[in-house]
């Protein structure tokens, strides 16, 4: 399989088709989930589903585009052909599973499965192609799952943060304003986070040796962006909190990255 230009084309194919799917499927459920978690009075969930719909809208439709570059690529036998479809694939995966989450908490359809799936697809297709090593593949899978539970950490706060303490009153009389702030902060510090995981993935499938700074920067983020969140969280509902699973998983990441073995396979010298 690896080096199969032939089934590199194909895969690219299903990229562009995802790129494709992913503008019509947002476009076409957009305002249905905005209108479904209005009338539910959900109005803050709505405004979230109003940014974070378009942005995933934009990231999916350009890797897309990204995929006929990389068709182009496989069918003149570029060696960097299957990188960058990796790199496409890695988007689609996020742009096709969030926008099942909205949709699927209004008891809506959830069309975009088929851009996660043929991701999914494509994504481990383009890293047979690439020839990269099993450990690698396993190491930039759970990073993949960092990548997309600190996407998550960083949309709810949206929501959160038009939830709280909005009016002058709530302002003076509540004393814990402290995490109106916080929120608003956080939002930004998880989708740095969850930028700098996708970096690492793609710095990791290439064996560079930057990759392990770019891994620790992306798990200390979200660990910055999410363990505050969810401490709090968890105090807030008395239940474990969705805000950990990515602080978390970005804890045992970095623990494994700083170990010699992972170092060696991502082509630090040890000395």
Not at 134 to 150: M, N, R, S
Request: hydrophobic share 55%.
């Amino acid at each position: 399989m690896k080096g199969n230009n032939k089934l590199g084309a194909a895969l690219a194919v299903l990229g562009i088709l995802a790129g494709i799917l992913c503008l019509y499927f947002i476009a076409n459920t957009y305002n249905a989930v905005i209108h479904t978690h209005f009338n539910a009075g959900d109005w803050e969930e709505s405004n979230t589903v109003r940014i974070v719909y378009a942005v995933l809208g934009w990231l999916g439709t350009a890797a897309g585009a990204l995929s006929a570059a990389v068709l182009w690529g496989f069918l003149h036998k570029q060696d960097w052909a299957w990188f960058w479809g990796a790199v496409a694939a890695t988007v689609l995966l996020l742009a096709g599973f969030f926008p099942m989450i909205p949709a699927a908490d209004s008891g809506l359809p959830v069309p975009t499965m088929w851009v996660f799936l043929l991701g999914a697809v494509m994504w481990f297709g383009m890293l047979f192609i690439g020839g990269v090593s099993g450990k690698i593949i396993t190491l930039t899978f759970v990073a993949g799952l960092a990548y997309v539970l600190t996407f998550i950490d960083g949309v709810a706060p949206l929501s959160k943060f038009q939830g709280t303490f909005q009016t002058p009153t709530t302002f003076v009389e509540n004393p814990n304003t402290f995490w109106n702030g916080m929120y608003v902060v956080s939002q930004q510090v998880n989708w740095w986070g969850a930028a700098a995981w996708a970096i690492f993935i793609f710095a990791a499938l290439k064996q560079k040796s930057w990759a392990i700074p770019v891994g620790i920067f992306a798990a200390v983020m979200s660990m910055f962006g999410g363990y505050p969140m969810g401490i709090h969280n968890v105090a807030e509902v008395q239940r474990f909190s969705m805000f950990l699973p990515a602080p978390i998983l970005s804890t045992i990441l970095l623990i494994v990255l700083l170990l010699p073995g992972t170092q060696k396979l991502l082509g630090i010298k040890q000395s």
